[in-house]
């Protein structure tokens, strides 16, 4: 069964930094389409970025918001993908998800998805 | 970047009656060289994350029940559920995935 697990969330503090992890189970993060989409408390859904596979070049992009400031990388041997998000402000306060669709269909569209982890920016 | 506005912001449909909830993007999302249009639809319930229901516009994910169906191409799409059902109950939103990701602001279906 495909599951992904987000951890990391925390209450950090503006300008500070903090990195998320998305625990893949029952395929490669490798060969699969990944994504990170926020929803802060009582709003709708935003992308953040994703990583597409490696035999699919590994392209990594990130919304304008974000882009600068977040990372995205893998350690392909824990099976696990980290988002690093720098420079933090109170508009990233956000339920963080990562997500994904394995074996991919070459669309960036994901059915399976993490529980989140909250991220509190906040002095 | 490619906005997606959503109407109704909010709808409300007696059981078994249909719903249908209209999707916009502010560029084409028709692929010309595999003539796809590159349009999802996802539910999310109170506390959980958002489930995918169709992508390319009208392509069914496995496990789906059949009254929730997806139409349109180009800059114009729809969800449409049919029979609606007490435990459809949710926002919806409509995701483009054509250049980069974007999705509409939701629609909230409640019963009436």
């Known amino acids: 069964e495909v599951q992904v697990v987000e951890s990391g969330g925390d209450l950090v503090k503006p300008g500070e930094s903090l990195r998320l992890s998305c625990a893949a189970s029952?395929?490669?993060?490798?060969?699969?389409?990944v994504t990170w989409v926020r929803q802060a408390p009582g709003k709708g859904l935003e992308w953040v970025g994703h990583?597409?596979?490696?035999?699919?070049?590994?392209?990594?992009e990130f919304a304008a918001p974000v882009k600068g400031r977040f990372t995205i990388s893998r350690d392909d041997s824990k099976n696990v993908l980290f988002l690093q998000m720098n420079s933090l402000t109170s508009e990233d306060t956000a339920v963080y998800y990562c997500?994904?669709?394995?074996?991919?269909?070459?669309?960036?569209?994901?059915?399976?998805w993490g529980q989140g982890t909250l991220v509190t920016v906040s002095s | 970047d490619i906005a997606m506005t959503q109407s109704p912001d909010s709808l409300a449909v007696s059981l078994g009656e249909r719903a249908t909830i209209n999707c916009k993007s502010s560029?084409?999302?028709?692929?010309?060289?595999?003539?796809?249009?590159?349009l999802a639809w996802y539910q999310q319930k109170p506390g959980q994350p958002p489930k995918l229901l169709i992508y390319?516009?009208?392509t069914r994910e496995v496990g789906v029940p059949g009254r929730f169906s997806g139409s349109g191409s180009g800059t114009d799409f729809t969800l449409t559920i049919d029979s609606l059902q007490a435990e459809d109950v949710a926002r919806y939103y409509c995701q483009q995935y054509y250049t980069g990701l974007s999705f509409g602001q939701g629609t909230m279906v409640e019963i009436k």
């Open positions: 997500a994904t669709k394995y074996p991919p269909v070459g669309a960036h569209v994901f059915d399976s």
């Open positions: 560029q084409n999302l028709l692929y010309s060289s595999n003539n796809k249009n590159y």
């Open positions: 029952g395929f490669s993060v490798i060969d699969a389409w």
């Open positions: 390319w516009a009208s």
């Open positions: 990583i597409e596979s490696q035999s699919d070049g590994g392209t990594i």
